[in-house]
Each structure stands twice: as C-alpha cells, then as structure tokens.
C-alpha cells in the first residue's frame, strides 16, 4: 500500500529553519520523481520544489529560490525539503509527491499525494 507520511513541521519564527521530511513506502521510490507543493486555504496549490530520480535535476519556485533545499535519500526511501530563512508567506500545509518516471513539476502529474504538515512561521 502507497504511503507518503510528511514531518517536520511546526512553529518558527521568521527568518527560522525547518526541515521537513517525507517517508515513503509501497513504490519504486526510485523511480518516481519527488515534489513540495503547498497550499493555503482559499489559494491555489503552489510548487515548491521537485527533484527527478533520473538525473537530480531540480526545480524551485522562485518564491523559495536560494531559501529551500529539496533532496532525497533513495536507501530510506525518503525525501527532504530544508526550509530556510522562512518567511510569514510561507507558512501553509505543505504536501509530498510522487510521480511515476521523469515528469515535469506539476500537480497535475503527480501520482502521490501524501496527507501534509503544516508549517507556521510567526513570531
């Protein structure tokens, strides 16, 4: 059974870090490309960040750009986001994916979705 279980989130202040963290289980890991997305509520879903198994190339959002890391760990199964020097926009519920083979990051492409952790930056 496919299960994609975030971590990491919480509260930080701004200009704070966190890490959050995507356990996967049920799938090919390495064979899915990784994506962040996040979402608030009334907004539409955003990409934050993917990260291909074929080649790690990765995309960010330039809201996140130079601020957040994506990476993975193909013996856990489990992929990362490093959130740096976060911001009150960014606070939100923050969603893992996967999708099947090297796709473009799109949310319409993903074929996992995982539950979300939220993330709150206020001081």
């Known amino acids: 059974q496919v299960q994609l279980v975030e971590s990491g989130g919480g509260l930080v202040q701004p200009g704070g870090s966190l890490r959050l963290s995507c356990a996967t289980s049920?799938?090919?890991?390495?064979?899915?490309?990784i994506g962040w997305f996040r979402q608030a509520p009334g907004k539409e879903r955003e990409v934050v960040s993917c990260?291909?198994?074929?080649?790690?190339?990765?995309y960010y959002a330039d809201s996140v750009k130079g601020r957040f890391t994506i990476s993975r760990d193909d013996a856990k199964n489990t992929a990362y986001l490093q959130m740096n020097s976060l911001k009150p926009e960014d606070a939100t519920v923050y969603y893992c994916?996967?999708?099947?083979?090297?796709?473009?990051?799109?949310?319409?492409?993903?074929?996992?979705w995982g539950k979300g952790t939220l993330v709150t930056v206020s001081s």
């Open positions: 994916t996967a999708a099947k083979g090297p796709t473009l990051c799109s949310d319409d492409v993903m074929d996992y």
């Open positions: 049920g799938f090919l890991f390495d064979h899915y490309t």
């Open positions: 990260l291909s198994y074929l080649d790690q190339s990765t």
